[in-house]
Nanobody, 122 residues
Framework: QVQLVQSGGGLVQAGGSLRLSCAAS????????MGWFRQAPGKEREFVAA????????YYAGSVKGRFTCSRDNARNTLYLQMNSLQPEDTAVYYC???????????????WGQGTQVTVSS
C-alpha cells in the first residue's frame, strides 16, 4: 500500500506561482509513474502532468505546457508540480497520483493523494 500526502496550494493572484508537493510513504517504489490531476466544481477530473520513474519522460496537458513543470525526487519519494503564470482557469482541487503506467487518465493510476485546493484570483 502506498500513501500519498500532498502539501502546498493555496491562494495566488493571476500571474503568480505555486509549488505543490506529494510525498509517498508506505510500500513505495521509485519505478512508479507519478502524476497530477485536477478537478474543478462541475467538471471531470483532468490530466495535468506526469513523470516517469526517472523524471526524464514527462507529459503535460496542452493547457499547462510551458507553465507547469512536473519533477520528482526519488530519494525523498516526492513529486512536485511547479506552477508558474497561474491563471484563474487553473483554479481546481489538485490531486497527485501514482501508478504503474505513464498515463493521462485517472483509471491508469492506483494511488491518490487527498487533494489540495489551488485558487487563482484575477
Amino acid at each position: 500500500q502506498v500513501q500519498l500526502v500532498q502539501s502546498g496550494g493555496g491562494l495566488v493572484q493571476a500571474g503568480g506561482s505555486l509549488r505543490l508537493s506529494c510525498a509517498a510513504s508506505g510500500r513505495t517504489s521509485s519505478t512508479y509513474t507519478m502524476g497530477w490531476f485536477r478537478q474543478a466544481p462541475g467538471k471531470e477530473r483532468e490530466f495535468v502532468a506526469a513523470a516517469g520513474w526517472s523524471g526524464s519522460l514527462t507529459y503535460y496537458a496542452g493547457s499547462v505546457k510551458g507553465r507547469f513543470t512536473c519533477s520528482r525526487d526519488n530519494a525523498r519519494n516526492t513529486l512536485y508540480l511547479q506552477m508558474n503564470s497561474l491563471q484563474p482557469e487553473d483554479t481546481a482541487v489538485y490531486y497527485c497520483a501514482a501508478g504503474q503506467y505513464l498515463g493521462r487518465t485517472p483509471g491508469e493510476y492506483d494511488y491518490w493523494g487527498q487533494g489540495t485546493q489551488v485558487t487563482v484570483s484575477s
